[in-house]
């Protein structure tokens, strides 16, 4: 396998690999990514905390707190802080939901979301000079109905939220 670097940003970089699948020679154009965190979060009063976030070229989305895991940050420790920088809101115990890749074939990120409850404001938020955040509560039957409606599109929410009631469809 030979690889080659042509692009190397802060989030993301390109490289092209020649590889051999099934001893055919074929080349493939990847996007590098070091990995991200979500975190489906419940307050003390049962509603989900979510952002809403400018993302270029999409305009503000909806979504649950995210952002990239850090050199040398596990996977957990990201969701906690990602959770406190973009709502205030301090994790309480966390649970695994689901990982996976949000474009499988030309991209190397991961997506690990995770869920926790009793959630408490602990301080004011604190975004990146590029991010441009609300904060937005909803009960999870709204947020269902949004993602149903096509009103959210954003892939870890949609994960992380139908991973959650196939956990536990007692929930709504």
């Known amino acids: 396998m030979a690889k080659k670097t042509v692009y190397k940003g802060k989030i993301v970089g390109l490289s092209v690999h020649d590889i051999k699948v099934r001893g055919k020679k074929v080349r493939r154009e990847i ?12 307050d003390k009063k049962d509603k989900v905390i979510m952002v809403k976030q400018h993302r270029y070229p999409h305009g503000y989305v909806l979504e649950i707190p ?6 040398r940050e596990s996977p957990r420790t990201c969701a906690r802080r ?13 649970s695994e939901i689901i990982d996976y890749y949000p474009s499988i074939g030309y991209n190397t990120e ?8 009793g959630a408490t404001k602990v301080a004011r938020i604190n975004p990146d000079n590029d991010e441009f955040i609300s904060v937005v509560k909803m009960d999870l039957n709204d947020l269902i109905v949004k993602i149903l409606e096509g009103e959210i ?20």
């Open 153 to 172: 599109k954003d892939s870890k929410t949609i994960c992380a939220v139908l991973a959650h009631i196939a956990e536990y469809p007692d929930t709504w």
């Open 110 to 117: 991961v997506i690990h979301c995770f869920l926790t409850h």
């Open 66 to 71: 995210a952002g990239m895991i850090e050199r």
């Open 82 to 94: 990602e959770l406190l920088e973009e709502t205030g809101y301090k994790a309480g115990k966390l």
């Open 31 to 42: 996007i590098e990514h070091g990995g991200a965190s979500a975190i489906l979060a419940f």
